[in-house]
């Protein structure tokens, strides 16, 4: 076991954090590695791009070493606090099943991302490292309340104070129940491209509206974003919006041509095709471009 410490720079002390962490892997036998984090003086400090930049370094640690799995430490309390962030900004059923035990860490590769530790509560793992006399170190940032994330975790705590964990059960049943919809949605959608769907030799496909219409809003979403995935596997994931928009000008048009994920989408004669684009159209078009026959 390797273990991978990623310093993201962005507090004076985190260096001397991440090398406290690093001595105390060390004597517990675990070979560590810390990766340190870089900066453009123009680029936005903010917890997105530190995201994305701590996956890149993992994966980039990764591919260097031939390993192809990672497991990180997000806990009980992160499943909640991404379901309530999730909840507030609006996001749909894939969003609100929270993290997966187990995702693919960069679209278009075999990297994945493990986190065995979601169904365990943050105090539980903390009286773990104090029982065997393991010291660990408390972000402060988490306690930064003028940030979105300090926010939620604030409401987090006022609503758990006397209710015996009452709010994280309620979000676990609540995730549970929007899981099983986001596992019937999927299997109904793959259902649908595997017995419907017909992939020419020239890298477009094309599926019968007709089958789409009829299944609900959720299901034909699903549908396109595996159409556009077949077609151009490494195209950008963007927001599920313009997906709803096309799925609505389906029902509502009998011709049109939009540009999404990469891929290019037209509905003619009842058939819908799905190809890829160049590069220099390669956007997303928030509104049809309709043409009539």
Not at 5 to 13: A, D, K, S
Not at 67 to 77: F, N, Y
Not at 191 to 217: N, W, Y
Request: charged fraction near 25%; proline fraction near 4%; charge should be positive.
């Amino acid at each position: 076991v390797t273990a991978l410490l990623v310093n993201h720079n962005l507090r004076p002390e985190s260096g001397e954090e991440a090398e406290t962490v690093r001595r105390t892997l060390t004597g517990l036998g675990v070979t560590c590695h810390i990766l340190e984090m870089a900066w453009d003086p123009s680029e936005k400090r903010n917890l997105n791009t530190s995201r994305l930049k701590r996956y890149g370094l993992l994966a980039g640690w990764m591919r260097q070493n031939d390993s192809r799995s990672v497991l990180v430490g997000h806990q009980a309390e992160d499943q909640t606090e991404c379901f309530l962030h999730r909840f507030v900004r609006g996001s749909g059923l894939g969003g609100l099943a929270g993290m997966a035990p187990s995702a693919p860490m960069v679209e278009g590769t075999d990297l994945t991302v493990l986190r065995p530790l979601l169904s365990i509560n943050k105090s539980r793992l903390e009286a773990t490292c104090r029982a065997r006399g393991i010291p660990f170190v408390v972000d402060p940032s988490n306690r930064v309340t003028n940030q979105f994330r300090g926010k939620v975790r604030g409401v987090m705590e006022e609503l758990s104070i006397g209710r015996q964990g009452d709010l994280e059960q309620s979000v676990r049943d609540t995730r549970e129940i929007v899981q099983n919809i986001v596992d019937e949605v999927q299997c109904r959608a793959e259902r649908m491209v595997k017995k419907h769907v017909a992939m020419s030799p020239c890298g477009f496909v094309t599926l019968d509206a007709k089958f789409l219409v009829t299944e609900c809003d959720a299901v034909g979403v699903r549908v396109l974003e595996l159409l556009v995935k077949r077609c151009n596997p490494l195209g950008e994931t963007t927001h599920r919006r313009t997906g709803y928009a096309i799925v609505e000008s389906i029902r509502k048009h009998e011709s049109f041509v939009m540009c999404w994920r990469g891929c290019r989408i037209a509905l003619s004669h009842g058939l819908l095709f799905v190809s890829p684009v160049p590069d220099r159209v390669n956007a997303v078009t928030p509104v049809p471009l309709r043409y009539d026959q």
